[in-house]
């Protein structure tokens, strides 16, 4: 059997609060198959985020096992998990963390910049993405003269820069309307469609309907863990949208 892209085994973390241990992630054991589109749910302080930090890189857990592609990367260096970020993870963020003087080239161009790819390389595949994103027309323009839509979009372009194993995306809708959220849940999925693995954290029962799967924590445990009923969930999104709303 091929070798899953993600796997967690017991992974436990904890944080020091003043004299007392508190336990975010209290043995959480997940497997993510390559090619798979997870949604990763729960209340506040249930460990999703932890847990989405985890898998990210982000930080190390306190212990247990986290292997990405057949590495074991539970215990490396700060340096170690940096590279991995910036050569295998893309990221996408719900206020989508774009620079505000920058075009849309260039903030697709900077991951690429940080690694060290030559000027016309980066560019042109800054470009490719881009047009995989429906923004070819786009290029030129900074964040202020783009819709929430397109920011988001220039985000996921972004994250797809370095040709990631895995996209993880916090609540990637969550400063949209319900219309625009249909359109970036549509590209996700089709980035999943076309062999991209993406993992998302959203509170959204509506959002979470477009992944294959959902993950439930609570308490930092997984609680439930079963693949999603395939119903037009895009359909629905926009009959309960409130007015109209413009299409970016």
């Not at 959480?28 to 930090?53: D, L, Q, R, W, Y």
């Amino acid at each position: 059997m091929a070798e899953a892209l993600i796997r967690t085994t017991d992974l436990v973390k904890e944080y020091l609060v003043g004299e007392q241990t508190v336990a975010a992630l209290r043995g959480v054991s997940v497997v993510v198959e390559k090619g798979e589109f997870v949604a990763v749910m729960g209340p506040s302080g249930s460990g999703k985020s932890t847990f989405m930090n985890l898998i990210g890189c982000l930080d190390s857990p306190t212990r247990g096992d986290y292997t990405l592609a057949g590495e074991n990367i539970s215990s490396l260096s700060g340096d170690a998990l940096a590279a991995i970020r910036s050569k295998r993870i893309g990221f996408v963020f719900q206020q989508f963390n774009l620079l505000p003087r920058t075009s849309a080239l260039d903030n697709v161009e900077l991951p690429l910049l940080y690694g060290g790819v030559p000027a016309a390389e980066r560019h042109e595949r800054a470009k490719k993405r881009l047009a995989e994103v429906g923004l070819a027309d786009r290029m030129d323009h900074n964040p202020a003269q783009l819709s929430g839509g397109q920011q988001q979009r220039v985000a996921i372009a972004r994250a797809l820069a370095n040709n990631p194993v895995l996209i993880l995306a916090d609540e990637p809708t969550g400063a949209l309307d319900s219309r625009t959220s249909v359109e970036v849940m549509a590209l996700l999925q089709k980035l999943n469609r076309d062999g991209m693995t993406v993992v998302m954290v959203t509170h959204e029962q509506d959002i979470a309907a477009f992944a294959r799967r959902n993950i439930h924590f609570r308490d930092g445990l997984v609680v439930d863990d079963h693949p999603v009923r395939k119903v037009n969930h895009a359909e629905a999104m926009l009959r309960e949208a409130a007015g109209p709303a413009k299409v970016d």
